[in-house]
């Protein structure tokens, strides 16, 4: 069997930066144990696949990480739907559907950004956090906050956050949760607030750019900046820019893509 395969770079405007994601559309679903062979193999932050889904109107979309299926990944969602625009210039707008989030809207925008309408997923005050979580971020942060995906670990500045020096093995007992840093942006910058994501137990050491985690961090940062529209900068290696925007129920998160390879896989 040959699959059609597309890696793209998303988040960024700028081939190499931002996260890769491979994106493989289906006809109908292959069993978990191939999806995951074929993820396992690409080595990617994430491998996203595709079944067009008359019933939902949607397109079911499922996203597996070199070690496991991902319950909710934004940068593959990202990348899955440039896919999509690029092979129908038609297209405005786009349904994708995920078991543990529901329904995703992207939507195509004048300035060649891509949408994405998230449900909210707030995090909560965390007053006693692990000990692994504790002695695993060096310096320790100012406060913690937990949502369904990950601990969230605050830091008084950007360049704590750039500091930030975590104990990996400590970080993986965590799991199935993982760890984001973040901060406000320093003064000046051209975006509002920073973050490092962290994920040994279901991914890798550090996620290049992780959309997903800020269905929680736009809405704690707009809240502490008190504005609706941010833009989120996050530190890794190859970096990655989040135009977000706060709803009452939704965080709308909007980036840029750019095509790597177009290929075949043959299975």
């Known amino acids: 069997m040959q699959l059609p395969i597309h890696v793209i770079d ?33 080595n990617l932050s994430e491998t996203s696949f595709l079944v067009w889904s ?12 070199p070690l496991k299926e991902i319950d909710f990944c934004g940068h593959a969602t990202l990348a899955s739907a440039f896919v999509l625009f690029e092979s129908d210039p038609t297209l405005q707008s786009i349904t994708f559907w995920a078991a543990a989030v529901g329904n995703v809207l992207a939507t195509r925008e004048s300035n060649g950004r891509i949408l994405m309408t998230f449900p909210r997923r707030d995090a909560r005050a965390l007053d006693a956090p692990p000990a692994a979580l504790r002695e695993g971020l060096v310096p320790p942060p100012s406060g913690y906050l937990v949502n369904q995906q990950a601990y969230i670990a605050v830091y008084p500045s950007e360049d704590d956050v750039l500091a930030v020096k975590p104990d990996l093995e400590r970080l993986k007992s965590l799991g199935p949760l993982d760890v984001v840093v973040t901060a406000p942006a320093n003064a000046g910058a051209p975006y509002d607030f920073v973050s490092r994501y962290f994920w040994p137990a279901n991914g890798g050491d550090e996620d290049p750019v992780t959309g997903s985690i800020h269905a929680a961090l736009a809405p704690y940062w707009a809240s502490r ?33 750019a095509r790597y390879l177009s290929g075949t896989i043959t299975i």
């Open 10 to 42: 998303a988040f960024t405007s700028e081939r190499f930066k931002g996260n890769q994601a491979a994106v493989v559309p289906l006809a109908q679903w292959l069993p978990a144990s191939t999806l995951q062979a074929i993820a396992t193999e690409n």
């Open 54 to 65: 008359a019933e939902r109107s949607a397109f079911e979309i499922r996203w597996f990480s």
């Open 225 to 257: 900046l008190g504005r609706n529209s941010l833009i989120g900068h996050q530190a890794s290696r190859r970096t990655g820019t989040l135009f977000c925007e706060v709803t009452p129920s939704s965080v709308k998160v909007a980036g840029h893509c």
